[in-house]
């Protein structure tokens, strides 16, 4: 049975950083996409960054040049470095998986992910 376990979110304030870890047990296939979501209040979950088996990342805009996503295979954890935090980064944040030969343009999309976590809090004060 697969599971996924976020965690490392909290309380920064806007400049900050964080490192949030998502723990996977359990086997799902040797090609997967795994990515990060973020849902803050009222709004619609989205995507932020993507990695694909062969390492390959994808990150949203709105996060480029401040968020790393990353995965340590041999331990099957997934990471996301968040520098230079603001407030509009607040939000429920999620890893999630799929069976995948690779993350497509479709990585930002929660519909086409399988596996989910059950999300850290990241808050982010002015």
């Known amino acids: 049975q697969v599971h996924l376990e976020e965690s490392g979110g909290g309380s920064v304030q806007a400049g900050g950083s964080l490192r949030l870890s998502c723990t996977q047990s359990?086997?799902?296939?040797?090609?997967?996409?795994m990515a990060w979501f973020r849902q803050a209040p009222g709004k619609e979950r989205e995507g932020v960054a993507s990695i694909d088996s062969a390492g390959t990342t994808k990150h949203a805009d709105s996060v480029k040049g401040r968020f790393t996503i990353s995965k340590d295979n041999v331990e099957n954890i997934l990471y996301l470095q968040m520098n230079s935090l603001e407030p509009a980064d607040t939000g429920m944040y999620y890893c999630a998986a799929t069976v995948s030969w690779g993350c497509g343009s479709w990585y930002r999309q929660s519909k086409f992910y399988n596996y989910w976590g059950q999300g850290t809090q990241v808050t982010v004060s002015s």
């Open positions: 359990g086997y799902i296939s040797s090609s997967i996409c």
